[in-house]
């Protein structure tokens, strides 16, 4: 686990500091603290007046939909795999299901961003 941690935090650029002790390991919460830490001094871009539930803005743009609805009209699945509404993303199509999530999120999104 603490292998895992400290590749993430040595890819962001956010190793923890040193202890005062060099003998004494780092343990899991002070990758946690610098991974936090790291979080917090992230930028992110906040779309006045934007129609989003956070406060954030949105992740996906207009150009980024449109593409994801084009792939969404010629990926094929199987019959028996859940289906995702074509106008993914407008207020037409309502709120998805756990299914639709599901398979948005393991097969549409994957094949689309990628």
């Not at 686990?1 to 650029?13: E, T």
């Not at 991974?35 to 779309?47: C, D, F, M, V």
């Not at 993303?89 to 299901?97: A, D, F, M, P, R």
Request: charged share 20%; aromatic share 8%.
């Amino acid at each position: 686990m603490l292998k895992a941690l400290d590749f993430v935090c040595s890819q962001v650029g956010w190793l923890p500091p040193a202890l005062s002790n060099p003998n004494k390991p780092l343990k899991k919460k002070h990758y946690a603290t610098s991974l936090l830490n790291w979080r917090l001094e992230q930028w992110e871009q906040h779309i006045g007046r934007a129609s989003s539930s956070t406060q954030k803005g949105h992740i996906l743009n207009l150009d980024n939909i449109k593409d994801i609805w084009q792939d969404i009209e010629i990926i094929l699945t199987p019959s028996w795999m859940t289906a995702v509404p074509l106008n993914l993303g407008s207020k037409s199509h309502g709120k998805l299901k756990a299914d639709q999530w599901r398979t948005l999120g393991t097969v549409y999104l994957p094949l689309s961003l990628i």
